[in-house]
């Protein structure tokens, strides 16, 4: 099931089913807990981003070749790092360059998220997938400069300026993607494809991951993993190639769709 979430004509927010012919139909109950298909078609005014994740947990340098290309060692443990809930964004609204604290190094990650569905807590590997409710696109938007050279050694203040986390365009269960280490990934950046690579590069896989990310700690419903990017950042290429206003950025992830998202400046 894709498990969309929108605005209807009154303002109210609630979840829907999106069917293969495009159609939306509404959906009672707890996005995760239970839900019904009711068939009644739904009014949508404006697409959101398909879950408000009660923590955003990231995973860095989790491809081969993109550690690679940045000449950086294959980690012996995932390498996390966290973003505020500010940063989400929802399917079709701006990324944000930031000019408060500006940065004129900001740049793509496509990355498959995983939502977490029910409660984790030292879940063993070969049961890790069993708490996940599905799967979405996300864009991991960095500003390099504040990742790199003015964050204090850590990544998070060139990762969670507002909008640099769009999510979508909805939420395909993971009884549809059986394994999510499969999948094609890339980023398109104005009709360019900049990263073009597949899922199972990963260094971590999905339920490594879980089970790392729950060893001794609580993750709780409602959390977004971001399972790392592949080879093809901006950051990387010879010269760079970061975001610039009037850009489009596509993250298109196979089994799940396109999430597209236009580039503005802060005013």
């Keep these: 099931m894709k498990l969309v979430r929108y605005q ?31 068939g009644k078609t739904a009014t949508v005014a404006k697409q959101l981003a398909p879950i408000e994740p009660r923590d955003i947990i990231c995973i860095g340098l989790n491809y081969r070749k993109h550690a690679a290309e940045g000449n950086q ?15 989400v964004q929802n399917p079709g609204d701006p990324i944000i360059l930031p000019r408060r604290l500006r940065s004129d190094a900001v740049d793509y990650e496509c990355e498959l998220a995983v939502v977490i569905g029910r409660e984790c807590y030292n879940v063993p590997k070969a049961k890790a997938l069993d708490y996940v409710l599905g799967y979405t696109c996300a864009n991991d938007v960095s500003a390099r400069d504040w990742q790199i050279q003015k964050g204090g ?19 395909v269960t993971r009884d549809e993607i059986p394994n999510p280490n499969a999948l094609s990934i890339k980023t398109v950046l104005n009709g360019q494809t900049m990263q073009d ?17 729950s060893g001794s700690t609580r993750l709780l419903p409602g959390t977004v993993i971001l399972t790392g990017t592949p080879h093809g950042v901006g950051a990387a290429r010879k010269p760079p190639v970061f975001l610039k206003p009037g850009d489009n950025v596509t993250i298109e992830i196979g089994s799940i769709g396109s999430l597209t998202n236009p580039v503005v400046e802060e005013t």
């Design 8 to 38: 209807d004509t009154s303002g109210k927010i609630s979840f829907g089913r999106r069917h293969d012919d495009g159609r939306i139909t509404q959906v009672d109950g707890e996005i995760l807990t239970s839900l019904m298909d009711t």
């Design 73 to 87: 060692a294959i980690p012996e443990y995932p390498v996390v790092f966290m973003k505020n809930l500010g940063t």
């Design 153 to 171: 050694t850590q990544w998070c203040r060139g990762k969670t300026f507002a909008t640099f986390c769009p999510l979508g365009p909805w939420i």
């Design 197 to 213: 690579w597949n899922t199972n590069d990963m260094i971590f896989d999905v339920p490594t991951l879980i089970e790392f990310l």
